[in-house]
């Protein structure tokens, strides 16, 4: 299996490689031979309009911005606003989600404006085209859903969120099971409800090999999305997500012999002691594909600050192991985000996925923590302000809410404990 | 020493017992011996001001707001809208920090005004007035500590942070140690600037047993502080910390011992790995007192939003263990926090709590996300809203970003998983 998949997977040019280790600080081999094996996930070229950049074992934590239009906010000027908002406050990749307007342009606009990698869900176009054509999503044909991957492909889009797992039987676990939010997927419902409609397995299972000649063919990863997952703290690791598990590790190796690149999506709502379980089962189940979590969200109580539940839970699946977190915004379960949201989502993100690659080793990780602590204990406030993983947030805060001493912050003025300290003989190193 | 520990602790009145009980959805029995036995501590009275209120084993993780002037902003009206603002998003404690104006009017305004358990820490105001008297910090005398720490007592606090850890030893033990940042609690550095400016012990381990009186007099409770904590990710679980530690497990004993109700603090700015074992380390050395904790904070590189720091760190080690977090707000390391800011860090810190209490096995913890769940399922957003940890959010934010879907939100409209799901034959239970 291993000779098969080094013979056949999509060569990575040697100048891609080089980039991405040297901004990995890896090994050029070590990079290589994951590449080849599977754990590592590339994107882009040195040479090309997208930044290399990759996901899995060893590399730095990544994160995901969701992008795009919804049928009651669908405007591409507000897309791109946060589009250039992501990438401005430092987010890897970007996904464009969008369900209205003119689909094809709002991608093909966005893909010209973006300099990440890019990622798509096919199935959301293909089944509200057969509802503009056809009238219902059930009418959707296999042959459309092809024909959308394969436009979509086309326009260079890096990789595609493809729910391959949810098959009839998986789809049957989860409904056996005693699961409180059912489906929460929107690719995933409208499958399983096309599945159902149409009396068929889904198309992107049962034709699944048609679907990796196209993403090779393009040289597009297949991110193999969760459909089955748990949407509620309650529903975690049930059979329904663990069924579907199943099912996309088998599909990950069939990827691999094609040489289409391949990572995994995982949940979701997660109590926090699932969390490294969840991690250990999804990499060994899926034989170490790079690990793609959408939050996971900690609690379900909490709708308006689920960035943050998904800060605990992504904190804790990357130091797991977790190699790729998609923000979760404010907005999350109760609308479409702002460009703020989109802000707020990046840099919490940011946030859980660098407190993770402190306790991976990721190089480079705790010596940025380091640098700023001893800005911290100097009172040295420019080099605190340019190592802020947000500056402008800093000197707003310092600005509004200045001290008298320049030195302090008025939290505690002359009552500094780093001033006080520095007045002993023995203090600090 | 159970024996004797059963002897002398402060009786907890059988009513105010059952009304924590109750609260706490805890047998009585149970309740009592962990009061008896230390891993418990109750404030308040069933029939008094101050509304019952337990931390330890078993119980709701609870949470802790801190308000107080600065030198920068000494306002006795900011502070009240702060604690009035605390209190309204269900902060469980507050402690007065107040390091400037007034101090005694502060306390006992602040006091006056709030029923839930209030803390403070007296070490400020005695450096503070020593300054005033005598010019300098240095010149604080043992019977002046006292002489504040009684003159609080009196107004009816119900808990102190003393940090009676920072010893000449443990302080030493800090010293040798590469630690980066130092002293970074403000009463830790003021104790370790006057022992070695006065070539003496700290006082408030010298005379514990004067200390001790006190408390058991007033009947307030010690909060043993964590003078020496890490202030960096790379001082995290260091020599300078343990060795505190240290003796605040001894110090734990023998307040038990005097009748005192006691719990410790912990850290402060620790990397993801090490949470769990600070609090394995912190219960065992410190024989199971309820630990109360100042974040942890999981890396240093984010000021303006240390309330997510902090709640990544709080959720895991609540998860682990700790009984008791203290709120971090998005003001942390750049000022003293607005109102606005004191909101933030409370719902935030519930959050992590709650995480945390959902798998503690916290009774109607986990019963509270299945119920949002149910309602998210059914697309019910008056239930979603009234179980919202913060429903004002989820009203502002559905009315500025509202679907021309009702029963949807502005993210999916018509293309909402729940709703596509909820048409499927065998969905759902």
């Known amino acids: 299996m291993q000779m098969a998949v080094q013979q056949t997977l999509v060569p990575v040019d040697e100048a891609t490689l080089q980039a991405v280790a040297t901004e990995e600080k890896m090994d050029l081999d070590t990079l290589q031979a994951r590449v080849q094996n599977g754990e590592v996930v590339i994107w882009g070229e040195a040479d090309g309009a997208v930044k290399p950049t990759a996901i899995g074992t060893g590399l730095r934590t990544k994160v995901n911005a969701n992008i795009g239009t919804s049928p009651d906010f669908s405007n591409l000027e507000d897309e791109l606003d946060k589009l250039h908002a992501a990438l401005t406050v430092g987010s890897d990749t970007i996904m464009d989600l969008s369900i209205s307007g003119d689909i094809d342009r709002i991608r093909r606009e966005i893909r010209a404006a973006c300099d990440v990698p890019l990622g798509i869900v096919p199935i959301y176009q293909a089944a509200i085209e057969a509802q503009q054509r056809y009238g219902s999503i059930d009418k959707m044909t296999v042959d459309q859903i092809f024909e959308v ?26 409904d056996s099971s005693e699961r409180v939010c059912g489906i929460v997927s929107r690719g995933g419902s409208m499958l399983a409800k096309w599945m159902e409609d149409n009396n068929a397995e889904n198309p992107l299972y049962e034709h699944y090999d048609r679907l990796l000649a196209i993403l090779r063919r393009y040289g597009v990863s297949a991110s193999l999305g969760d459909g089955l997952r748990p949407g509620a703290v309650a529903d975690g690791s049930d059979r329904g997500q663990i069924s579907e598990t199943q099912v996309l590790g088998e599909l990950v190796l069939r990827a691999r012999e094609s040489g289409v690149q391949v990572f995994v999506e995982g949940p979701g709502h997660i109590p926090l002691d699932q969390i490294a379980g969840n991690v250990i089962l999804q990499k060994r189940l899926c034989h170490n594909a790079p690990f793609y979590v959408l939050g996971p969200i900690v609690t379900d109580i909490a709708p308006g600050y689920d960035h943050i539940t998904s800060a605990i839970g992504g904190a804790l699946c990357a130091a797991a192991g977790a190699d790729y977190l998609c923000y979760v915004t404010p907005a999350e379960h109760l609308g479409l985000p702002t460009t703020d949201d989109v802000v707020e989502g990046v840099i919490t993100a940011r946030i859980a996925a660098h407190a993770a690659d402190i306790v991976k080793g990721v190089p480079g990780a705790a010596q940025w923590d380091e640098q700023m602590s001893r800005a911290r204990r100097d009172l040295d406030w420019t080099t605190m302000t340019e190592l802020a993983i947000d500056p402008g947030e800093v000197i707003r805060r310092r600005g509004e809410r200045a001290s008298l001493d320049p030195a302090a912050c008025s939290m505690c003025g002359k009552f500094c404990s780093m001033k006080i300290d520095q007045t002993r003989h023995h203090a600090g190193t």
């Not at 991957?149 to 890096?158: F, K, L, N, S």
């Open 149 to 174: 991957i394969e436009r979509q492909a086309a326009d260079g889009v890096d990789f595609m969120t493809l729910h391959c797992g949810v098959t009839r039987r998986s789809v049957a676990a989860l």
